[in-house]
């Protein structure tokens, strides 16, 4: 019975001794992010991207005025059948702009995913590196919008500034 006792000590010894020694880390990946050159990149093509959009909306914005500035400049003497047709020209255009919205959006989210995946996956490889050097078993991801960290004790490692330094990034 002691030698099960004394054994079973050693054991819970043991156990909080390997309790002790995890490491837990945590970064702000949005900091992180912002600060990489490739991000930088990635914003300007994608706001190149979004301005030709925004372009070919205009010019069909700036049609649907100019169809619509015809119809109130015809008088009383147009004969229905006209001004239906007026109308109809202007409910489509509105229609096409209605439906470019839709799809420019869609292109637009679609964009900016492609865009920033290379940019997320590059950081969080170079997370996975830092936490191996470091013997992390989590890393936390610290940032404002990010509320699932209850507590975070001073001895998990802010590996932010290792990562950036990883990276290359002053």
């Not at 006792?5 to 390997?18: D, P």
């Not at 109130?72 to 509105?94: H, P, T």
């Not at 490889?125 to 209850?150: H, M, P, W």
């Amino acid at each position: 019975m002691k030698l099960f006792a004394v054994m079973l000590i050693m054991v819970s010894a043991v156990t909080v001794s390997k309790a002790q020694t995890l490491k837990f880390g945590h970064i702000d990946l949005q900091a992180l992010v912002q600060v990489m050159p490739e991000r930088a990149a990635a914003e300007e093509e994608f706001n190149k991207f979004q301005g030709e959009l925004e372009e070919i909306l205009g010019e069909m914005q700036q049609d649907y005025n100019t169809k619509l500035g015809e119809f109130e400049q015809m008088g009383n003497e147009v004969s229905e059948i006209k001004r239906n047709a007026k109308v109809a020209e202007i409910q489509d255009i509105q229609q096409r702009i209605q439906n470019y919205q839709v799809t420019a959006q869609q292109q637009i989210n679609q964009k900016q995913n492609e865009l920033l995946a290379p940019v997320f996956e590059k950081a969080e490889n170079a997370i996975g590196e830092v936490a191996k050097e470091k013997g992390l078993i989590y890393v936390f991801d610290s940032g404002q919008g990010n509320r699932t960290i209850l507590y975070k004790s001073n001895q998990s490692l802010d590996i932010l500034p290792l990562v950036k330094t990883k990276l290359g990034i002053e």
